[in-house]
Structures are given as C-alpha cells and as structure tokens.
C-alpha cells in the first residue's frame, strides 16, 4: 500500500542523518560525496537515504551534469509546518498553565517568606 | 539503539490513524473505546498505535479513573514546529519563484494576444 504524501514526509525526516542532510542542502546544492564526507557512513550507505529523501519529494538530483548534485524542495516541509500549526493553540495553552503554575509557586513561596520576615525584627522595612 | 525525541515524534506522526487520533484528542480527552470507533480497526490494534503515540510523549493516558481517558500532549509538536520553521525562508522563496515565473508566462500571454488583437481591426482600443 502506499503511504499517503503526509506520512511518507514524516517518515523520511524520522531520521537524524536524512535531516542532517537536509540541513546541508539548505546551505546549497551538493554532490552525494559531498553529503557523504560529514558521516561515518558508506556511499549506498548514503544513496539509501537520499532515495527515501527524494521519494518523499524532499530532494531532487540534477540528471544532466555529471556530477548531479543534489538539491533542496521545501515544499513538502511547507506541508509539514500547515498541519503542525493547527495544534499551536493548544502548546501554547500549555505553556501558559506551566506559567501560571510556576507564577503561583512564586507567589507562595514570597508569601511565605513574607510569613518568615514577621519573626525577624532585624529585618528592613 | 534509542531514537532521539524529534525521529520518535516523526515517526508516530508517519500514519494517518494515528495523526486521526491526536486530531480526535485536540477537541478533548477520550477513552480509547471512543478512540476506535470512527476506525475500522479491533482494539488491541488501536492499544498498538496509542503504544506509538504514549512513547513519543504526543498523548497521555489517566492513571487513576476506571476508564483511563487519553489526553494530548502537545509539546512535541511545538519541537517539530522548531523544527521545520528553520525551512520557512526556502518554501517561501520556492513560492516566489513560482509566482514570478506564473507572472512572467501571464505576460507573455498578454503580449502575444495583444500581437495577435493587433490585426483585428474590430476589437475596441
């Protein structure tokens, strides 16, 4: 069966070599030795992931030089960035119950203190 | 060997049942008997996938009440956020070379209907 073009995405950036070598390209075309040079990795080693890159439409290899470099497509990070966004709402609610949770914390603990100062009479008013 | 936090996270987001689920659990909590009935699919094979989601740390499940509602957890989705939005600036720019290039060929367009409209002496100046 095949995966749909959301889940092919995800699972070819489920791997820290294949964004590594993402981030490399957004930095400009490069040949496949190239891409290779940074890794302790075989060249098929590397040719495997940039097939999986390119079947999810995240790179493209030039056909005609012949040194065919490969090159960045963003547009499938695009889709990526589209469907995370609809969740913002809700980490950044929860962020803002970490926030009032931590504030609420703070405040008890000068409470407190406050509590600690009524004994000391050496204390500055 | 363990996979970084960010290959978990997109892995569990790499099948459309289970980004369904968290679509599910962004309206609310629900038990997992509610989780499986919009899909075709038994129950132990949805336990399977809420196993991929728990461990990406995307859904938690309640410890205490009988029927253990799921719940999201969205911090993971604002690391892919991070994440892809390193990105923005290459699929914007793809997009303005598109929309420059769509431009360019409308241009055309009109000047070739205009070379032709020039031999029709009926059309309106």
Chains 1, 2 share one sequence.
């Not at 070599?17 to 302790?40: K, N, S």
Request: proline letters at 7%; charged letters at 30%.
């Amino acid at each position: 069966m095949e995966a749909d073009p959301l889940s092919t995405t995800f699972a070819a950036l489920s791997d820290p070599t294949r964004r590594a070598i993402l981030a490399r390209l957004a930095l400009g075309e490069a040949t496949v030795t190239e891409l290779a040079a940074p890794f302790d990795m075989s060249l098929p080693g590397i040719s495997k992931h940039l097939k999986v890159l390119q079947r999810a439409g995240l790179i493209e290899q030039g056909r005609h030089a012949q040194w065919r470099p490969c090159s960045l497509k963003p547009e499938p990070l695009r889709d990526v960035a589209d469907w995370v966004g609809q969740y913002r709402r809700h980490w950044e609610e929860s962020f803002e119950r970490l926030d009032t949770y931590l504030r609420d914390l703070q405040d008890r603990q000068e409470q407190w203190n406050g509590d600690d100062d009524a004994h000391d009479p050496n204390r500055p008013r």
